[in-house]
T-cell receptor, first 113, second 111 residues
């Protein structure tokens, strides 16, 4: 089985722009979670989707949004980028979320200048 | 809601043992453990559900104390390949699905 695929791997954006990140989960996985990873803060939960519905959201401003499509693929959008948004964004998929191991993609490295 | 991990970092010689702790101020439904090597994605190690279940994975095992909302990861006879950052992820009871991770424990095993 192919693993979790995230595109693009690297992004450089300017403050104020917006960005869309993409995640293709493992085939058959219906839950997709997004995390922001920065040095010293670990993995911070952004949101989780299951069957196109957002089931939970972390403590991030409304500039961070996401969606999930009928094929379980997910996108994450960040609008009005700030310098502090520079981070590694990780997507993880699981069979149904609860009690299921998360399988992480290699992430998208976003740099905001 | 972020769990607290300790220690922040540990250096071991090959063959030594280590314990990494994870605690939460909220009642937990489950605890996950993951290991991330530099430049790679986190990799799942094990899940522990409430009920005090202890699980094992090769020479790595973990326990979950439901009353104290604490989990510990035990690394026995460490190998060089154990080096990396270990994260615990906790799911709080009645909060809907959200796995919140601690800040991680950096483990370095030296020859």
């Amino acid at each position: 089985k192919a693993g979790v695929t995230q595109t693009p791997r690297y992004l450089i954006k300017t403050r104020g722009q917006q960005v869309t990140l993409s995640c293709s989960p493992i085939s058959g996985h219906r839950s997709v979670s997004w995390y922001q990873q920065t040095p010293g803060q670990g993995l911070q939960f952004l949101f989780e989707y299951f069957s196109e519905t957002q089931r939970n959201k972390g403590n991030f401003p409304g500039r961070f949004s996401g969606r999930q499509f009928s094929n379980s693929r997910s996108e994450m959008n960040v609008s009005t980028l700030e310098l502090g948004d520079s981070a590694l964004y990780l997507c993880a998929s699981s069979e149904d979320g609860r009690n299921s191991p998360l399988h992480f993609g290699n992430g998208t490295r976003l740099t905001v200048t | 809601q972020q769990p607290v991990q300790s220690p922040q970092a540990v250096i071991l010689r090959e063959g030594e043992d280590a314990v990494i702790n994870c605690s939460s101020s909220k009642a937990l439904y489950s605890v996950h453990w993951y290991r991330q090597k530099h430049g790679e994605a986190p990799v799942f190690l094990m899940i522990l559900l409430k009920g005090g279940e202890q699980k094992g994975h090769e020479k790595i095992s973990a326990s979950f104390n439901e009353k104290k909302q604490q989990s510990s990861l035990y690394l026995t006879a460490s190998q060089l390949s154990y080096s990396g950052t270990y994260f615990c992820g906790t799911e709080i009871q009645n909060s809907g699905y959200a796995l919140n991770f601690g800040k991680g424990t950096s483990l370095l095993v030296t020859p």
